[in-house]
């Protein structure tokens, strides 16, 4: 996880974007004054399909992806910009972002051509909503324990079992599922599959769960032997854990997993101006340090990416101190600001509310703390 | 990174791995010193046309990273910096005798370390209007000791024997660079500390098992290893834009503040987990958590880094709070 020294790789020098920047500030600006961004109260999975499919319009969704599924074949680094760009201001992503931030990948990278052809492009135009079939009720942190089976019938596979705390399933087209494709033996990570599975098919039911917010955001999917056939396969048969670790890595390292209360820091910024003490100033300075360094990690992972250098370990680290100042931030607001949270109120107390009553689920999804920390340790090669 | 960056990481670990720890039981610290001064190394930032390497911000804080990794005596980023200092001020002799210190008007008074044969003190002074360096010559009434017991001087009514304006960019560069390089030496110091506490706890045997199988420590030490990657990860990101020219308070202020904040949490983690060994002297851990503990508050400290960040923060507002981050 050395970051510094570094002897071995050139720092990428990326180009500064000033254009691309003010380019996704006026189409915010633009969204904002339409009254379709609720500034502080909405997420990256917040879903609003039109949303979705405007940025699909200015090229903000599979920024990176080669043109002939519909992508733009644009630099990892103008991505990032643009999703920073969107989360800071608070929109509305919940239509694509899971889409773009990892299963497009996975699909890119395991799909068979026609899977590609159909998907991909549907993604990129803002479109199609993917979900992420990895929880199971008695599957939290021990994924590797999943019961949802897929079993070899002619021409494909007939899935069973039950996937939960699936956000946007109930929006979404495909689930990519977690399925055990051969009885479990010895190695518990072996005959796991991922499958692509369309949600509007014969055989699925999705049930909407409310959240701690109020919110039908996580849902329950249960497969009553629905047919997928051998074409949805992610990879070869088997590959499913392998796939799950590496699609984990995108999952853990964006600006999504420091963000999500961004605008609360951003209300605390501008409210406390008036009696911003010295006490205020320290305590808002430490959260922009912690902000600061995260975000330098969460880059510097994109450029390992890029050199194909293991981020495994130090994608971990961003998530687990991103999604740990993601939950402070809430609380130095509500010690630093004269307000009170309320679901109902003004602006600024919904936005409180809407941070306090998520962030419980920041170390959760994705992998919880307590996963991510043993996860560092082994890395450290504590044994 | 490039060779000369290799160079000066080989050559002070071989100089450090020879002259450190004598140079801790030897307060003249006359061995390391001598080495030292063969080497160069403290010309790093001195333009080459002075007789320096005409490094860039990168290269010297390769030193000052290793110079962590061995918990050094010597004030080793002050002495770089004086070299920097002596240069734009124009008189070389100062590269010789001379520490850096940095003095912020509105802050408590400056201190440097009282080294024999560094009598000159170089006062930057963050001074807006009027930057300048003040050189003066530091009485020596009366001292105070630091967390490792070396003696300390508070700069008051001291003899200025020079001043020297310079321009507004020098000044901010030259705050920049020493937060900077005091990141690299807290860095360097985290990884040592770090590596020493993994080894501990793979081999130190309780309860019949290793203390690396216990969850607790698993995460102690994973909790202090994330600081330190954030630590690395803004002095990387730090270093490159100052290097570049793209830096901004930011980055520099962030730098220092996390690898102050960094120091304070692995030192804290390291001495929970060595035990009671930890905090007695037969083992070295002390001499890395003093160092942590003294240069987290040293040139800028952790705190006013903190302050400097909020303050720009509310002066910013809310809606040019996400520029004031991301913004170049």
Known sequence: ?????????EPIRHPKLDGLRSEVRDFIAKERAAGRITFGQQTWTTWDRSFSERCAKRGYIAMTWPKKYGGHERSAVERYVVCEELLAAGAPQGAHWIADRQSGP???RYATEAIKKNVLPEIAAGRCTICIGMSEPDSGSDLSSIRTRAERVDGGFEVHGRKVWTTNAQHSEYIIALCRTEPKCGDRYAGLSQLIIPLRTEGITVRPLVNLAGVEELNEVVFDGCFVPNDYLLGKGGDGWKLVTQELSFERSGPDRFLSTFGVLSILAGMAKGQADRHAAIELGRLLVRLSSVRCISLA????????????GIATVSKELGTSLEQDIPDVARRLLDIRPKTVGSPETVALATAILNAPCF???GGTREILKGIIAKELGLR | MNDIARMLDDTTDKLLAAHAETSRNDPSHADL???????GLVLALAPEDAGGFGCDWTEAAVIAFQWGRYASPLPIVPMLLAVRLAALAGDMTFAENGLAVLRIPDAAPPQAPLVDGRDA????????????IEIINATVDETVADLLGEPWIILGEDTLTAVHEISSADMITTVAGGCLLYAASIAGALSRVLETIIEYANTRTQFGRPLSKFQALQHLIADASAEAVATEAALNAGLHALDNGTATPQDWLSAKAQAGR???AVAASAHQVMGAIGFTDEHPLHHYTKRLW????DWMAQSRCELEIGRNAFTAGGNDLWPLIVDR
Do not use: C, H, Y
């Open chain 1, 1 to 9: 996880m050395r970051l510094f020294p570094n002897f071995d790789s």
């Open chain 1, 106 to 108: 996975q699909i890119i």
């Open chain 1, 301 to 312: 992972v994109m450029d390992r990416i890029a050199r194909n250098e293991p981020v495994d």
């Open chain 1, 363 to 365: 170390s959760l999804r």
């Open chain 2, 33 to 39: 010193k001598a080495a030292l001064g063969d080497a």
């Open chain 2, 121 to 132: 003190i170089l006062l930057l002074v963050r001074d807006d209007e009027n930057p300048r």
């Open chain 2, 262 to 264: 960094a120091a304070g």
């Open chain 2, 294 to 297: 003294t240069w987290r508050d």
